[in-house]
């Protein structure tokens, strides 16, 4: 940190102070710690400093961009979305479009999850017994219940827990592609589960 110079009233006052003042040891000589200036009329008047100019400004230039938005986690479609088709490609295309009609159906309205888990892992396994291929399982869009509050809370539990359900063992090894169902067989509160050939 670079310390201010004095100001020559400020030098006076303290030569007026140091002359005024005894000395503890008088045999030592001391140096004024600051040193004389020179007076006003030998010193050189100072130049303006000219600062250079910008080479262009253009209006908004130097405002900060947006702040990007972060998905932290993303919506339930475009997870599944993203998944890799694992199926035939064209029987895919065709169940999406709601042309393929599933063999059975399961309903989880209404049900919690500690009854609705046991329901899906034995309505799954036993589809896969009987040799089904498309199952179409109902769980509902949810409700708007659910009171706003610092960690967001996901409308329809239901809708939320079978992909996971459905991705995790003894299910996993019966599943081969989840995805939502379409308008015709329920819309985003359905979904198509594709299950393996039975070995």
């Known amino acids: 940190m670079s310390r201010r110079k004095l100001t020559e009233d400020e030098i006076d006052l303290w030569k007026k102070v140091a002359s005024q003042t005894e000395r503890l040891s008088p ?11 020179p007076s006003a009329k ?5 130049e303006p400093q000219v600062s250079p100019l910008p080479d262009q400004f253009e209006i908004g230039s130097r405002a900060r961009s947006k702040p ?5 986690k993303p919506s339930l479609a475009r997870s599944l979305a993203s998944e890799p088709v694992q199926m035939d490609g064209k ?11 599933p063999e059975g ?3 989880l309205h209404g049900m919690r999850i500690d009854a609705a888990h046991p329901a899906l892992t034995r309505f799954i396994l036993s ?12 769980t509902g869009k949810g409700k708007d219940r659910d009171e706003p509050g610092p960690m967001p809370v996901p409308r329809g539990v ?3 827990k079978v ?12 599943v081969l592609q989840v995805t939502p169902a379409h308008v015709s067989h329920g819309g985003s509160g359905a979904y198509y589960v594709y299950l393996r050939r039975n070995r």
């Open 158 to 160: 239901l809708r939320h």
């Open 127 to 138: 589809s896969q017994g009987a040799g089904k291929r498309l199952v179409l399982v109902i």
């Open 91 to 101: 029987a895919f295309r065709r169940m999406k479009r709601g042309k393929l009609r």
């Open 42 to 46: 030998t010193s050189k008047p100072r």
């Open 105 to 107: 159906k399961l309903d």
């Open 27 to 37: 045999a030592s000589k001391s140096v004024s710690p600051y040193p004389a200036q």
């Open 163 to 174: 992909p996971q359900w459905l991705s995790l063992p003894p299910l996993a090894q019966a």
């Open 68 to 72: 990007v938005k972060h998905d932290l």
